[in-house]
């Protein structure tokens, strides 16, 4: 493989590079820059705000392991207005970090120190759908979920982005962001269904990269430079995005299988059997099936009411239910006659299909309660898919109170490899230090990446020069970022390495 | 809709730009820089072609539109010839125009002057096939038809880029082009498929942008920038490209309608009962269908004998015969009973498949002898897809020799509207300054693109800043370009504006 050899390369040379992208001296923001960020937002009611407990919540991200000290956060409510902002924070050179839903992993929406905090929230109007086409476009303030049952319900289409935050996380951060989430296969990344982008740059100059074509070859396509920036070369206040019709039919089952291969053996057979209808296909082991149970009944347990080895939740979305019940009946009789699946359960109405949904969707928060996480998202070459955490079960195996449990998009290659530790917050430097840099080693070795959808934020983003991209690229990337931020001040201290790599 | 009025805006007052981007003054290739080249490519037999009847064919299009001076095309077979050419030429000056299988329609692939040709021909590699991912790595040289037929017989998987000129166009040029073709609305564009590339910059610098992982979210995605630049950033050396599973059943149908408005019925109609089996939906008008009579039997006919006023081609790949066959046939019933269909006719077996689709892919190289072409590849509101082409019959209704022809990928809103005046290449001045800027300005009135798939080459270069691009996006583009390249060695003349607009 390519790639595999390519990578391999990087980790044995690529192990220096100078941080050339300038990084300006930021200042915090002053009693006298509220004054003005205030006028700039006409002096409206909430437009800001710096209420120290009200500034909690937007200081620190859902898992309490990230921490800022923005003193204020701003609240436009239009393009224009995030222009000035941008512009005035700019030529004051006063970091700024854009927030969304504030539900990513990695730390990216919020501050590193003092940084403004720019919410999202108040763009959250939806603009329109062209029906002909079936193109959304809103601002980016707007929640997932909210436009997932606006198309769905008032246009009888799709909106083809799906993930656990849907309740709380915002389309501008998912498109800031990259997100991935369970219908990657079936739709694709964003780059693939975005129509167009409104960006305000660090300059606070508007840059309208909208269009009304599907197709539309003027010009450099400079949208998806901001497509998973994180916010970095500027801010996303509009989107228009494609979606598919509705689905007339929808089939979920829930099925165990007692091998990895076995999980891999049935992936393949629901790509052969189910085709073009198969639309998600998600993996959960025992380890983390034995932790969400303590909150949701698990819909297939072995006959000593154990939770089996491993566990898919297989759904197909098509335009006819005969059709797709038959291909799902001949994909399941398939599974079961050659072993692969050893048990099974298919949802009866949509109530039972939402139901399945929870327990793959209840993996994330269900284990955040259980203890200190050291969460990894990777992406790995199939066969491998599941080696790295036998690997890491190994590796740690003398300390009985640790929990290595996973669940992803196997159909991507995306693992979400958990480790969990006893005690909330207390980061166990001997666990961490067995685990990296080892893990991340062992996904260059094997071709992966260390960041498959959840992307660097200020967790991740120091080993972009160790783990993803050569000097060279790197290098072009801090260009980039020099080129679109010179005074450093789009959420600072994030995405791009900040330390020299050793 | 947004982007209407944001045209529409964009027509009014952006009238003016400046060229900001730096053109140095670039020399001509010598005796002495042949040798040189020569000596990079080791001297190996072929390397370098300076014979003037060979060099004919590579400084002129396949139109015979574009004629281009250049005393030299050189033949790389690595990409590291490539990169020691791009930083001799680099250090020099020398213009470098890439070509691939020089199919293109806007003229950028042929050199405006005297710039070095450089061949990608000789980087006809295909790497390997991840047929766990289903993923494609190759050099950029290979034809688009070779690897269609690698891939389905030895892996049996899909390329999914399709078009006309898949015989002799290279899956590089593709990818600078951001070719959509046929089957655009089924699979997406490049920006949807590709998983990796290696670039090559114009100071020689080889961009490694390869990845083995379908998802990646590591460092700003710099492959989508290359990707319809049209070899004005760099140098596309090798792709990486997701395919999709063979389907195992592929029916195509030839369906004559009455009225456009009966085209979009139909298409509505095809979208719900095809659903996700809809692979494409091509479209042609009864003037194009007179032209491709001359040469191929058209399948439909009315009791005449002659052509339909319009027909389409529809075609749906899916995994299951029976299902397909049954939609198949309830879309039919549908658009029969209602009318919206008048005549129309299945496909039997797969040469019957193939022949309908050359009466679709003829269309372009049949109306090519038939006088002087005026080609416009447009994006336009799936409603007004037809309004523009009655518009320009109206407008050139005083000159009874000229036709006006049509087809094109309704279903992505893309139209190719070509005006043909009598004698090849005698352009007619007086029909020409009825086109245009005529054309144009009624496109982005309605909200349309110029170039919807074409892109913009040295045919439409100075349009971009006055039809598509406002003075922002303009001059980000242009400081991009000599980001990239500073000297403006790569492809010089082609995709920005060179002149001031009026």
Request: one cysteine or more; charged letters at 25%; aromatic letters at 6%.
């Amino acid at each position: 493989m390519l790639s595999v050899i390519n990578r391999r390369t990087l980790l044995q040379t690529q192990r220096r590079f100078s941080i050339s992208h300038k990084v300006c001296a930021l200042r915090a923001p002053t009693a006298k820059d509220e004054e003005v960020l205030m006028d700039l937002l006409n002096n409206r009611k909430g437009a800001i705000i710096n209420d120290p407990e009200i500034l909690k919540k937007y200081n620190s991200d859902w898992s309490g392991q990230y921490i800022g000290k923005s003193p204020i956060v701003v609240r436009p409510k239009t393009t224009k207005e995030v222009s000035s902002i941008m512009e005035y924070c700019n030529s004051e050179k006063i970091g700024v970090t854009p927030q969304s839903g504030n539900t990513g992993v990695v730390g990216g929406s919020v501050p590193i120190k003092n940084e403004v905090i720019l919410s999202m929230e108040g763009l959250n109007e939806i603009i329109s759908f062209d029906e002909d086409n079936g193109i959304l476009y809103c601002e980016a303030g707007c929640i997932l979920q909210t436009l997932q049952d606006k198309v769905s319900s008032d246009y009888d289409h799709l909106v083809p982005i799906d993930l656990g935050a849907k309740g709380t996380c915002m389309i501008g951060g998912n498109f800031a962001t990259n997100a991935g989430g369970q219908y990657f296969f079936r739709f694709g990344s964003i780059h693939a269904n975005v129509i167009g982008i409104e960006v305000v740059l660090p300059n606070g100059n508007i840059l309208d990269l909208m269009t009304s074509s599907r197709k539309d070859n003027t010009g450099y396509d400079l949208k998806h430079l901001f497509i998973g920036a994180e916010g970095t070369l500027g801010v996303i206040t509009k989107v228009g995005l494609t979606c598919p019709r509705l689905p007339r039919a929808r089939n979920t089952v829930f099925l165990a299988c007692n091998t990895f291969d076995d999980v891999l053996k049935t992936m393949s057979c629901a790509k052969e059997e189910l085709g073009e209808i198969l639309a998600a296909y998600e993996f959960m082991d025992k380890e983390v099936l034995d932790q969400v149970a303590s909150e949701k009944k698990i819909p297939i347990v072995n006959e000593d009411g154990e939770n089996y080895r491993f566990c898919v939740l297989v759904e197909t979305q098509g335009s006819n239910d005969d059709h797709d019940n038959s291909k799902m009946e001949s994909f399941l009789e398939m599974t079961m006659e050659n072993g692969h699946v050893i048990d099974g359960v298919m949802a009866q109405d949509l109530s039972q299909v939402h139901e399945m949904w929870e327990i793959r969707e209840s993996c994330n928060p269900v284990i955040k309660s259980q203890g200190c996480n050291y969460k990894y998202d990777l992406s790995l070459p199939m066969k491998e898919y599941y080696d790295i955490a036998e690997e890491m079960r190994e590796r740690l195996s003398s300390r009985t109170d640790i929990m290595v449990v996973n669940w992803g998009h196997v159909i991507d290659g995306n693992i979400h490899l958990n480790i969990i530790t006893p005690g909330k917050f207390d980061v166990d430097q001997e666990v961490k230090d067995l685990i990296e840099p080892y893990i991340f080693e062992s996904v260059v070795k094997r071709g992966g990446s260390i960041s498959a959808e959840h992307g660097l934020g200020q967790c991740k983003n120091n080993l972009l020069g160790i783990y993803a991209k050569n000097d060279r690229v790197l290098s072009v990337m801090q260009n980039l970022k020099t080129f679109f931020d010179p005074n450093g001040i789009c959420n600072p201290g994030k995405f791009l390495p900040t330390k020299a790599t050793p």
